[in-house]
């Protein structure tokens, strides 16, 4: 069984920042990806920021320079420091992780249980 783990979340003020982290855990074979998808009420769920193992991470158009993913490749970790926050930014972030669960596995999505951000005055 795989497990992402987050935390963070919660309510800022707009202009404020707030860090999301996850921690994957379980059987893992390999990691190809990590990174962190969001959803509003009435929306799709969409990519917010993600990282694979060594190539530059992947950023929404509408986060960039005010959102950076880390990742920490030895712990099964990444972090979303998200700063500048607006109303906008007010979702259910989940984190994801695209991963081998076994040698005999292929690529699935796993994902975590879903964080509240709210920024609202």
């Known amino acids: 069984q795989v497990q992402l783990v987050e935390s963070g979340g919660g309510l800022v003020q707009p202009g404020g920042s707030m860090t999301l982290s996850c921690a994957a855990s379980?059987?893992?074979?390999?990691?190809?990806?990590m990174g962190w998808y969001r959803q509003a009420p009435g929306k799709q769920r969409e990519l917010v920021a993600a990282?694979?193992?060594?190539?530059?991470?992947n950023y929404a158009d509408s986060v960039k320079g005010r959102f950076t993913i880390s990742r920490d490749n030895a712990k099964n970790t990444v972090n979303l420091q998200m700063n500048s926050l607006k109303p906008e930014d007010t979702a259910v972030y989940y984190c994801?992780?695209?991963?081998?669960?076994?040698?005999?596995?292929?690529?699935?999505?796993?994902w975590g249980q879903g964080t509240q951000v709210t920024v609202s005055s």
């Open positions: 379980g059987s893992i074979f390999a990691i190809y990806s």
């Open positions: 990282a694979t193992g060594g190539g530059h991470p």
């Open positions: 994801n992780a695209r991963l081998r669960a076994t040698i005999l596995s292929g690529w699935n999505d796993y």
